[in-house]
């Protein structure tokens, strides 16, 4: 099932999440030209302006050719079109061909292929540097490739060094079949101290290799790339650890294999300067000797994302929920952590280890007047992570802080973000910049 604007605007009705007092606006479709024809089926579906394949953009239409025309089914075929992300612009109009009715949509494709020169300094003074490479439309097919190369050096470039390569490939459907497919592959190599419950052992390196490999199959009554999908795999990792100094302590090399299952559900719509909808779903992912893993864990994670329209011009109140359990870990890692730009902001990353993570992101956006696309924002982080032995979910960390957010139009699947994030215990701000939104 994907989620149409009829829908969306029913579900609005529903009591909002820690903002009862609000609801959004109902969603009005503009005049289709020459709906006047809309009483008879659409013989014929036409595409303008698009370097994606036409088979691609049917299977994400509501209206069928050779169906009866509906206004409705259009309006959410051209929103269908839009939550790609691909394109800056859809428009629709119908036409007559003795007799016959045709639907023509326009669009306006946003630049896929990005190469991104990385040079950042995170919140905690590591500086990186390299290259990206980012297809999100791969031959007009919708599959996505990603390529990254960077070094890293901690401490504003006189602390620990280290370099990552990763390249990942994703085909949401085979040959427009219910089938999907993701592989990824990573190589680092990351001078560490071993360090765990504020004690550090020793230093070294850590030289790892991971494959992901998934197999993803869309349910029945699910034409395009939303909706819900379930999926299973397995991960291949190796870690290699050497010394300088001290001892490695409870840190361990070795080979995991492990095997993961899930589900998730995407109903989400992608409007010009915010997002509407819901994102949820769950995975289970377990080790043992059975399967040749030198370490034996079972580990869940599941989450939920919500976009609130709010009354207003582009207000949204966005929330994310995350919990996740683990019986253990692979490398003598602990499964969860808190802290850094994406989970837990106004703490250093990883500044937590635990087996338990409990984690809320609530964030409110609205759009300058004035210029649109550009946001600023209010958030904050609660969340916290626990020893099997030490579980109390009453100790949560808490953060707040503000951001801005810049909506990049031409480029795909693009938003900066900048937030400012209090840290009560340094009695300081952490900064934190990506091209890509929290959740």
Same mark, same amino acid.
């Given at each position: 099932?994907?989620?149409?604007?009829? *829908?969306?605007?029913?579900?609005?009705?529903?009591?909002?999440?820690?903002?009862?007092?609000?609801?959004?606006?109902?969603?009005?479709?503009?005049?289709?030209?020459?709906? *006047?024809?809309?009483?008879?089926?659409?013989?014929?579906?036409?595409?303008?302006?698009?370097?994606?394949?036409?088979?691609?953009?049917?299977?994400?239409?509501?209206?069928?050719?050779?169906?009866?025309?509906?206004?409705?089914?259009?309006?959410?075929?051209?929103?269908?079109?839009?939550?790609?992300?691909?394109?800056?612009?859809?428009?629709?109009?119908?036409?007559?061909?003795?007799?016959?009715?045709?639907?023509?949509?326009?669009?306006?494709?946003?630049?896929?292929?990005?190469?991104?020169?990385?040079?950042?300094?995170?919140?905690?003074?590591?500086?990186?540097?390299?290259? *990206?490479?980012?297809?999100?439309?791969?031959?007009?097919?919708?599959?996505?490739?990603?390529?990254?190369?960077?070094?890293?050096?901690?401490?504003?470039?006189?602390?620990?060094?280290?370099?990552?390569?990763?390249?990942?490939?994703?085909?949401?459907?085979?040959?427009?079949?219910?089938?999907?497919?993701?592989?990824?592959?990573?190589?680092?190599?990351?001078?560490?101290?071993?360090?765990?419950?504020?004690?550090?052992?020793?230093?070294?390196?850590?030289?790892?290799?991971?494959?992901?490999?998934?197999?993803?199959?869309?349910?029945?009554?699910?034409?395009?790339?939303?909706?819900?999908?379930?999926?299973?795999?397995?991960?291949?990792?190796?870690?290699?650890?050497?010394?300088?100094?001290?001892?490695?302590?409870?840190?361990?090399?070795?080979?995991?294999?492990?095997?993961?299952?899930?589900?998730?559900?995407? *109903?989400?719509?992608?409007?010009?300067?915010?997002?509407?909808?819901?994102?949820?779903?769950?995975?289970?992912?377990?080790?043992?000797?059975?399967?040749?893993?030198?370490?034996?864990?079972?580990?869940?994670?599941?989450?939920?994302?919500?976009?609130?329209?709010?009354?207003?011009?582009?207000?949204?109140?966005?929330?994310?929920?995350?919990?996740?359990?683990?019986?253990?870990?692979?490398?003598?890692?602990?499964?969860?952590?808190?802290?850094?730009?994406?989970?837990?902001?106004?703490?250093?990353?990883?500044?937590?280890?635990?087996?338990?993570?409990?984690?809320?992101?609530?964030?409110?956006?609205?759009?300058?007047?004035?210029?649109?696309?550009?946001?600023?924002?209010?958030?904050?982080?609660?969340?916290?992570?626990?020893?099997?032995?030490?579980?109390?979910?009453?100790?949560?960390?808490?953060?707040?802080?503000?951001?801005?957010?810049?909506?990049?139009?031409?480029?795909?699947?693009?938003?900066?973000?900048?937030?400012?994030?209090?840290?009560?215990?340094?009695?300081?701000?952490?900064?934190?910049?990506?091209?890509?939104?929290?959740?």
């Amino acid at each position: 099932m994907r989620l149409t604007v009829r *829908q969306l605007s029913v579900s609005w009705l529903l009591p909002c999440v820690l903002a009862a007092a609000f609801c959004a606006e109902s969603l009005a479709a503009d005049a289709i030209p020459g709906e *006047q024809y809309c009483d008879r089926p659409v013989s014929k579906i036409l595409f303008h302006g698009n370097d994606t394949k036409r088979h691609v953009l049917l299977r994400e239409l509501f209206q069928k050719e050779g169906a009866a025309c509906s206004l409705d089914h259009v309006v959410d075929s051209v929103q269908a079109i839009l939550n790609l992300g691909l394109f800056r612009s859809a428009v629709a109009h119908f036409e007559l061909d003795d007799e016959s009715l045709e639907l023509h949509i326009t669009v306006r494709e946003k630049f896929a292929l990005l190469v991104i020169p990385r040079f950042s300094r995170t919140s905690d003074a590591e500086l990186r540097a390299g290259i *990206q490479v980012r297809w999100d439309n791969v031959a007009g097919r919708l599959h996505q490739m990603k390529l990254t190369t960077e070094t890293r050096r901690a401490d504003d470039g006189d602390g620990n060094e280290g370099f990552l390569h990763r390249l990942s490939y994703n085909v949401p459907r085979f040959f427009g079949s219910d089938f999907g497919m993701g592989v990824s592959f990573s190589v680092r190599r990351q001078q560490t101290d071993f360090r765990q419950d504020e004690l550090t052992y020793g230093t070294g390196y850590d030289r790892s290799r991971v494959l992901d490999v998934i197999l993803s199959r869309w349910a029945s009554n699910t034409d395009g790339v939303a909706g819900l999908r379930y999926f299973g795999g397995f991960q291949l990792a190796s870690s290699e650890l050497s010394l300088s100094e001290g001892d490695t302590g409870p840190f361990v090399g070795g080979d995991d294999i492990n095997v993961v299952i899930g589900w998730e559900n995407t *109903q989400k719509q992608v409007d010009r300067f915010r997002r509407q909808g819901q994102v949820y779903g769950a995975s289970l992912r377990f080790a043992n000797s059975e399967i040749h893993s030198d370490f034996s864990y079972t580990r869940l994670d599941a989450f939920w994302r919500q976009y609130r329209a709010l009354p207003g011009d582009n207000k949204n109140l966005n929330l994310q929920f995350r919990l996740g359990l683990s019986d253990g870990a692979p490398f003598g890692r602990r499964a969860f952590s808190v802290g850094g730009g994406e989970i837990l902001r106004g703490l250093p990353p990883a500044s937590s280890t635990g087996d338990i993570l409990t984690l809320a992101n609530i964030e409110y956006l609205s759009a300058f007047e004035a210029r649109k696309y550009w946001r600023w924002v209010l958030f904050a982080d609660i969340g916290n992570v626990y020893r099997r032995d030490r579980v109390k979910l009453h100790r949560q960390k808490v953060r707040v802080g503000f951001g801005f957010r810049r909506k990049i139009e031409s480029l795909s699947n693009t938003d900066l973000r900048l937030d400012f994030a209090w840290d009560t215990e340094a009695k300081r701000f952490r900064s934190f910049f990506s091209t890509h939104l929290t959740f």
